[in-house]
């Protein structure tokens, strides 16, 4: 599905869809080339009514419809009053003015975890806030820099030391003259707190988006036959094209290799496996253990142990050994969009997510809590009680915030 949909939808379920991005969602599902995205939603919705008050008043509803009737070409008085046909067997013009429909009755999250139960209230009161934009970046020589001080068009004591900033939040880092001839040894080191996310241009142009609790070492400048980074955490790229310098990424137990692509990498210290997901491209993953190497192709996942790491999981996928599988895009790239999407998940897996998100510390009064498994997307700018009371009211779990300590407990 179109992850701009996913995202909006998971916004507007949560009622905290804007007016402008009300009209994108209404647009992008008027939009032919999204008919896949459509059905899907469609589909989703029909399956699973949600019988909640109104997102938008009458007046507006109708406006929409008009709109999406304009975008396909069709005029309202030409429609027939009834219609009654599955999903899969609708034109595409009903299908529209259905899921216009569909979605303005829907303002609730959507949360499951078989069998559901709603008779128990959540208990959670306290409010956390979600992360935002803030990093530290550390300079070859030493010198520290707190990026949440630095703004777009007040870049004065950052310039000198080749840092600026873009109107669409891109730190940017070119060495200076003064840098690249003081021959200062060491790296780079950008670090994105727990509560925290960045993106970057790198000297080369290739982007990265940082996700919470992660840490992107590059140097000052990139010679030499290859452009070599290291990240812990979590990071997208989208790499600058250079066929003469290979663009290479060193994370836990392995190394990456790129001419020009978009990829994600997910490699906490605590996760245990590495899992790299191709969107475009080819890229090559090697194993330093093993030396074994392996090539990616769109739409496949690079996955590698992680021995050092304390947490467990169930997945059948899970092996020492550096292996491919088919990738889930949405679920890898969901925390750049703005949301988590949770693809029958344990808890505890959600729960570090949540840990590195919210800047909390979790607990679990009951260990076998952390097999439970929960689907769901949850925008990632809720405040964290939010998140919990969907989580609670399955029925499966209960939460206390004590401080910044979150105990789970039945």
Avoid: C
């Avoid at 739409?299 to 169930?314: D, H, I, M, P």
């Amino acid at each position: 599905m179109n992850l701009r949909i996913v995202y909006l939808r998971a916004r507007q379920r949560a009622n905290i869809l804007s007016d402008t991005q009300n009209r994108e969602l209404i647009s992008l599902l008027a939009d032919p080339a999204n008919e896949s995205s459509f059905e899907e939603l469609t589909a989703e919705l029909w399956a699973n009514p949600e019988s909640t008050a109104p997102v938008f008043k009458p007046e507006e509803s109708q406006a929409m419809l008009k709109n999406i009737f304009a975008a396909v070409k069709i005029a309202p008085e030409t429609q027939p009053k009834t219609v009654k046909l599955k999903p899969d067997s609708m034109p595409f013009w009903i299908k529209i003015s259905a899921a216009a429909v569909l979605i303005s009755l829907s303002a609730a999250l959507f949360f499951y975890v078989n069998p559901l139960n709603h008779s128990k209230k959540p208990e959670v009161v306290s409010i956390i806030a979600p992360g935002a934009e803030k990093a530290f970046l550390t300079m070859a020589d030493g010198t520290k820099f707190s990026l949440a001080e630095l703004e777009a068009g007040d870049e004065a004591k950052y310039r000198s030391n080749g840092i600026s900033k873009t109107k669409d939040g891109f730190l940017v880092y070119k060495p200076v003259e003064q840098q690249l001839n003081a021959h200062v040894k060491g790296s780079n080191v950008l670090v994105t707190p727990k509560g925290g996310q960045y993106k970057i241009m790198l000297p080369d142009g290739t982007k990265v988006w940082m996700n919470a609790a992660s840490t992107l070492t590059f140097p000052l400048a990139f010679e030499g036959g290859v452009r070599m980074v290291a990240l812990e955490g979590e990071a997208y790229f989208e790499v600058a094209k250079d066929k003469s310098k290979p663009f290479k990424v060193r994370s836990i137990n392995q190394v990456l290799e790129v001419y020009g692509t978009h990829f994600n990498i997910n490699s906490y210290p605590e996760e245990a496996r590495i899992v790299t997901t191709l969107l475009e491209g080819s890229v090559g993953v090697t194993d330093l253990k093993s030396g074994k190497h392996l090539m990616l192709k769109p739409g496949q996942r690079a996955l590698l142990a992680n021995t050092s790491a304390k947490s467990s999981t169930n997945d059948s996928d899970n092996s020492n050994d550096l292996s491919l599988a088919p990738a889930q895009i949405e679920e890898a790239v969901a925390w750049k969009e703005g949301y988590f999407l949770f693809e029958h998940e344990e808890l505890g897996s959600i729960m570090r997510k949540l840990s590195r998100w919210y800047n909390i510390e979790t607990q679990f009064k009951n260990e076998e809590l952390k097999a439970v498994r929960f689907a769901g997307t949850v925008d990632r700018f809720q405040n964290l009680a939010d998140v919990l009371r969907m989580l609670e009211l399955t029925g499966n779990v209960k939460f206390k915030i004590e401080g910044r300590t979150v105990i789970a407990y039945k």
